[in-house]
């Protein structure tokens, strides 16, 4: 079955760098697009950052352009979050979330589809 | 960048009566529409795509409706483990994917 695992340092000072990683198992990790999502204490969802199966594709979002990173490694499953500059404002659930891709007459693109499955997420606090 | 609104943000119902959710786009999305469960101390998951597709193991009395920018996400005779938080999510207009804020389905 699918599984995606993140794992990371958990709390960290303001202005400190956190990689998060993202084992994934159970499907072809080279043919998904894959996601970051967070959810601060008690909020909703925020979308983050993506990138496509072989990681020619990245987009952010506004929020964390220019701060986070996304990148993967397919030859060990794995997706991966750099981030930089943190502030109070990331402290949040972060969730490693796989693309389910579409399909059109024209062809398919492992980015642009609804969100099939997520990781459980981990907590990433930042305090002083 | 589109705006999922959803409303109520809370909704009390019975066990075993109806729930009815919203969720309105800022533009048109077309279809390209999910919703998504949240129970605490849980990752969301998947329940609906393509605005009114079931996702696996869904039970069938959820059920999804409406295409553009006007969405319905109806869960029939509410059992207990249907109370949750419920968010829809647009992936018509991207980046970014966007959420609505939630609606938070309670027992009254």
């Known amino acids: 079955q699918v599984q995606l695992v993140e794992s990371g340092r958990s709390v960290v000072r303001p202005g400190t760098s956190l990689r998060l990683s993202c084992a994934a198992s159970g499907f072809t990790f080279n043919t998904y697009g894959l996601h970051w999502v967070r959810q601060a204490p008690g909020k909703g969802l925020e979308w983050l950052a993506v990138?496509?199966?072989?990681?020619?594709?990245?987009y952010y979002a506004d929020s964390v352009k220019g701060r986070f990173t996304i990148s993967r490694d397919n030859s060990k499953n794995t997706l991966f979050l750099q981030m930089n500059s943190l502030g109070d404002e990331d402290t949040a659930l972060y969730y490693c979330?796989?693309?389910?891709?579409?399909?059109?007459?024209?062809?398919?693109?492992?980015?642009?589809?609804?969100?099939?499955?997520w990781g459980q997420g981990i907590l990433v606090t930042v305090s002083s | 960048e589109i705006v999922m609104t959803q409303s109520p943000a809370t909704l009390s119902v019975s066990l075993g009566e109806r729930a009815t959710l919203s969720c309105r786009a800022s533009q048109s999305v077309t279809n390209s529409l999910a919703w998504y469960q949240q129970k605490p101390g849980q990752a969301p998951r998947l329940v609906i795509y393509g605005a009114s597709t079931r996702a696996t193991g869904i039970p069938a009395r959820f059920s999804g409706s409406g295409s553009g920018t006007e969405f319905t996400l109806t869960i029939n005779s509410l059992q207990s483990e249907d109370f949750a938080l419920y968010y829809c999510?647009?992936?018509?207009?991207?980046?970014?994917?966007?959420f609505g804020q939630g609606t938070r389905v309670e027992i009254k």
């Open positions: 999510q647009q992936y018509y207009n991207w980046p970014p994917w966007t």
């Open positions: 979330v796989r693309d389910q891709g579409y399909c059109t007459a024209t062809g398919c693109d492992n980015v642009g589809g609804y969100f099939d499955y």
């Open positions: 990138i496509s199966s072989h990681g020619d594709r990245k």
